[in-house]
């Protein structure tokens, strides 16, 4: 699981505002957090896009001075959030979509985000495990769209 793709937020119980940061792993396999007031907190942990799913643990207590140590984060696995899924994009001709700059949504959901394939055309995400087929979009002044399996291989009509 790249840690590029999931997110915590943790927010405190007494306040209404709640801190949201990138996951990133220390030599030790730690995880870097801000400093945060005394108290109780609810840590959330969910794929980058994906807010309303993932795992919540409520009810941590955080003493000043010291380093968070629960037992239901040591280990915290995160590899249940969801799957690896790729596909080969593939312009009309049957060439590879080079480096390009594609949008990505799940169907249903009302905002896409950016990605970019690699120089083979390969685009690779880590998606929740509900999700079995996303619509791609790929173009520069016009986006021309697929909606796709997991691991499909996707050939647009047209990219301009």
Known sequence: LDPHFVMLTLQPEAR???TTVPLYYLGTGETVLPTLPPGKLTLRVNLVGFENDGLVIDDLTLRA?????????????????????EWTLLLPGGQPLREGKVRVRTPGAPEHWKASTD???RLRLFLPQWVDRVEISAGADQWTSAVVRIDQVVRFPAVR
């Open 65 to 85: 001075g010291e380093t968070l140590r629960d037992p239901r984060l040591l280990p915290l696995d995160l590899r249940g959030l969801g799957r690896a899924a």
């Open 119 to 121: 120089p083979n055309g």
């Open 16 to 18: 209404e505002s709640k």
